[in-house]
Nanobody, 124 residues
Framework: QVQLVESGGGLVQAGDSLRLSCAAS????????MGWFRQAPGRDREFVSS????????TYADSVKGRFTISRDNAKNTVYLQMNSLKVDDTAVYYC?????????????????WGQGTQVTVSS
C-alpha cells in the first residue's frame, strides 16, 4: 500500500515562492500519473497540476499556469510543485494524489491515493 506525505507548506507573503514535496513510500509511483490539488475553506477540492509517469507531459489549471511547475524524481519516488509569484488566492491545503484507473487528469474522483495535505497561506 502506497502512502503519500506532503511537505513544504507554510506562511509566505504575496509574491514569494514555495516548493512542495510529495514523498511516496510503500510502493513505487513511477508508473503512475500524479497530481496536485488544493482546497480552500468552504470550497471544493480543485485541480492544480498533473504530471505523466515519465514527466514528459504536464497539465496546469489556468489559475496557476505560468507560475507553478510540477516535476518528479522517480528515483526518489517524489513529486514536487514549485510555486512562484504566490497570490493570496493560492491559500489552501495542498494535496498530492496518485491517479488510479480514472480517465481524466482533473477530476479528484479519478485519483485513488491521497496524502494528508500541507497548508499554504499567502498573506498580502
Amino acid at each position: 500500500q502506497v502512502q503519500l506525505v506532503e511537505s513544504g507548506g507554510g506562511l509566505v507573503q504575496a509574491g514569494d515562492s514555495l516548493r512542495l514535496s510529495c514523498a511516496a513510500s510503500g510502493r513505487t509511483i513511477s508508473s503512475y500519473v500524479m497530481g496536485w490539488f488544493r482546497q480552500a475553506p468552504g470550497r471544493d477540492r480543485e485541480f492544480v497540476s498533473s504530471i505523466s509517469w515519465s514527466g514528459s507531459s504536464t497539465t496546469y489549471a489556468d489559475s496557476v499556469k505560468g507560475r507553478f511547475t510540477i516535476s518528479r524524481d522517480n528515483a526518489k519516488n517524489t513529486v514536487y510543485l514549485q510555486m512562484n509569484s504566490l497570490k493570496v488566492d493560492d491559500t489552501a491545503v495542498y494535496y498530492c494524489a496518485r491517479r488510479g484507473t480514472g480517465l481524466t487528469l482533473r477530476r479528484p474522483s479519478d485519483y485513488d491515493v491521497w496524502g494528508q495535505g500541507t497548508q499554504v497561506t499567502v498573506s498580502s
